[in-house]
């Protein structure tokens, strides 16, 4: 099997949560009227990114990498996809903190797929470690990236409006 047969668990969940997160980027639309809930929406996403950086990191020095394809009987994600797809999702949501003060669509799809793989990652981590029955990989930081990534959701609530039909 190939080493990027390890990706396919990652892949389809993370295909969901994007498509969730295209899906309200569409449907939800910034209001130019509502210049300072975008900016609160724009803070919340910073402080999101900075979290998930920190998980990204302790992720990355305890092994999630290996861990969690080996779940699924397959090899561990190649270091330097693992890093380099955390790094490219982590400047794409910085340069997106712009964009939702500028209500430039495709950072609201940035943020709402943050918002949504960071809710996840709050879940999906202590479960992992309660079916593990020990430590998993980015256990530590999961709860704050949820929480920051709570408030993220709740900021674009606010910051954006349903599209008419």
């Known amino acids: 099997m190939s080493p990027l047969s390890s990706l396919l668990p990652s892949i389809s969940a993370l295909g969901l949560a994007a498509l ?9 639309h910034p209001s130019s009227d509502n210049k300072a809930q975008q900016k609160l929406a724009a803070q919340a996403l910073g402080v999101a990114v900075i979290l998930q950086g ?14 969690f394809p080996a779940i699924f009987g397959l090899e561990a994600i190649p270091v330097s996809i693992f890093i380099a797809f955390n ?23 940035a943020a709402w797929f943050l918002a949504i793989a960071g809710i996840l990652n709050g879940i999906a981590h202590p479960m992992l470690a309660l079916a593990e029955g020990s430590y998993f990989p980015g256990l530590f930081s999961s709860p704050f990236i949820a929480i920051a990534c709570v408030a993220l959701w709740r900021r674009l609530i606010i910051a954006t409006r349903p599209v008419l039909a």
Do not use: P, Q
């Open 54 to 67: 920190i998980h990204f990191t302790e992720e990355l020095v305890t092994g999630f990498h290996e861990r």
């Open 20 to 28: 969730f997160a295209l899906y309200l980027a569409l449907a939800r």
């Open 87 to 109: 790094v490219l999702w982590l400047m794409a949501w910085s340069a997106s903190i712009r964009g939702i003060e500028k209500t430039v669509t495709i950072a609201y799809f």
